[in-house]
């Protein structure tokens, strides 16, 4: 009965973006989220895709959780291997030859590619306030980074950032960013028929993880700081969005091409354009800057920190398939799921056709775990909740071995990965090394998993 629920949890967390809108406006996200992703099996020609197993455990398609038949893959791609067959045997080979074709295949077949032509942001800082969080005085500002559209007016896209310092201190701290699960208003009208989908009723905030001190109390306690940034303001969650936002910003309205940038990336950009704000701010060390997300946002913050290589430390917390899970494992979400007209936005249209007969995500070039390589040699911490809480759709055990899996690149770039391929128990912290690996006890959220988080980083800031 517990997994049944936990499992449903997650689903309903899947439905949270669109159920914060009225009824009307959610059939419309979904006919013409529908318009969009016929268009783009259209553009990869694709006639048909495979449905993904059910999140509800009992039925005759549930996704599986028995780990006896998770593991039907013959081998993963090597992310020491160059695509010519040769081995890499030196740092400069990883970071001359192949980072670059292992982040050109994520670009081409995964998240899609940031267009050229991306406008520049400028950041407004809309109100300064001395107040204090848990009796620690902090100053908190309130920003904006307005994306200059004179490329197509009538997309506006406006950044929502909250940053938090601590008031007594006297040099510039660190900084943990979090994907937040807000959503906004749309202040600005949206273009042409996506008025009415991309307007948002309400605003409402993830459900909160365990009692005792927040994760923001914790931070400053830490004597960092902590921000928080609005994915909904770069970019909608769902295909009927993909016209406006930071991405139909640079399309003019149009619709994507098929190795165009998804919502995670769009994500990632925004993220990248807030640490260009830190870095003129002289409260904050940009030096240490963490980013930190949940599920969806796990995926978005694992994807910045492959990405950007200013960011120094990512706690990735639930990321499941699309994360740090790997995708070649028969467990829980499945590609088909990430590939269905409820979470294609989040990726390139490329992706889609490994739903597609005749492919299937053995065929993928690359797998999780040469995403997480790709943070190498920053520090990553992978963060589960119980399978038994959580549930087994997020599959911990996949999203320990795309850690556990990138550690040949830490070590051949003199760090040190996760110490073992062999899953912990429970409650185990994995945190000697360079990518680190907590299971906690909890459910779909990272409550838990952050004073762990914290007294591991505290190495590095
Ligand atoms: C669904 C989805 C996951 C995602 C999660 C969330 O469960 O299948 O991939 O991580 O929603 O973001 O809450």
Redesign the pocket.
């Known amino acids: 009965m517990k997994k049944v629920l936990s499992i449903s949890f ?2 309903m ?2 439905s ?1 973006a669109i159920a914060q809108f009225s009824r009307q406006a959610q059939d419309s996200i979904r006919q013409l989220t529908q318009a969009d992703y016929t268009n783009m099996l259209e553009q990869t020609g694709i006639a048909s895709t495979r449905q993904g197993p059910s ?1 509800t455990p009992g039925q005759p398609n549930s996704a599986n959780t028995d780990e006896s038949k998770a593991t039907q893959y013959a081998s993963l791609p090597d992310p020491l291997i160059l695509n010519n067959g040769k081995k890499v045997k030196s740092a400069k080979v990883w970071w001359n030859k192949r980072r670059p074709e292992i982040v050109e295949l994520f670009d081409r077949e995964i998240y899609g590619r940031v267009p050229a032509n991306v406008p520049g942001v400028k950041w407004e800082v809309k109100t300064t306030t001395n107040d204090s969080v848990a009796k620690i005085p902090v100053i908190t500002k309130t920003l904006v980074g307005h994306v200059d559209n004179s490329l197509y007016p009538s997309i506006n896209v406006d950044i929502d950032l909250t940053l938090v310092t601590p008031a007594k201190v006297t040099g510039p701290v660190p900084v943990i960013m979090e994907f937040g699960f807000v959503f906004r208003p749309r202040t600005t009208p949206a273009p042409q028929a996506q008025t009415a989908a991309a307007r948002p009723q309400a605003t409402g905030s993830r459900p909160q993880g365990p009692a005792g001190p927040t994760w923001q109390q914790q931070v400053l306690e830490a004597g960092w700081g902590y921000a928080i940034i609005v994915p909904g303001s770069i970019q909608a969650d769902n295909g009927a969005g993909l016209k406006s936002g930071i991405i139909g910003l640079t399309n003019k309205g149009q619709p994507r091409k098929p190795d165009d940038w998804g919502a995670l990336r769009a994500w990632a950009w925004g993220a990248a354009q807030a640490l260009d704000y830190f870095e003129t701010d002289k409260a904050v060390d940009a030096k240490k800057i963490g980013i930190e997300g ?6 978005a913050a694992i994807v910045t920190m492959a990405y950007d290589q200013r960011f120094a430390i990512g706690f990735i917390g ?6 740090t899970k790997l995708y070649r494992r028969i467990f829980g ?1 499945q590609v088909e ?2 590939a269905g007209s409820d ?1 294609y936005h989040w990726f390139a249209g490329n992706f889609i056709k490994y739903a597609a007969d005749p492919l299937t995500q053995k065929d993928l070039p690359v797998d999780s775990h040469e995403l997480v390589a790709m943070c190498a040699p920053r520090p990553v911490f992978i963060s589960a909740g119980s399978p038994t809480v959580e549930g087994g ?2 599959d911990g055990k996949g999203m320990f071995l795309g850690g556990a899996l990138a550690s040949p690149v830490y070590e051949l770039l003199g760090r040190k990965g996760m110490g073992t391929i062999e899953m912990p128990p429970i409650e185990t912290s994995l945190t000697t090394g360079d990518v680190a690996f907590r299971q906690h006890s909890g459910g ?1 959220t990272t409550g838990p998993n952050w004073p762990y988080f914290i007294q591991w980083a505290k190495r590095y800031f």
């Open positions: 997650a689903l967390i899947s949270l999140g949940l599920s969806r946002y796990g995926k639930s990321s499941g398939a699309g994360g979400e799921n990430l979470e759709w997020v779909h």
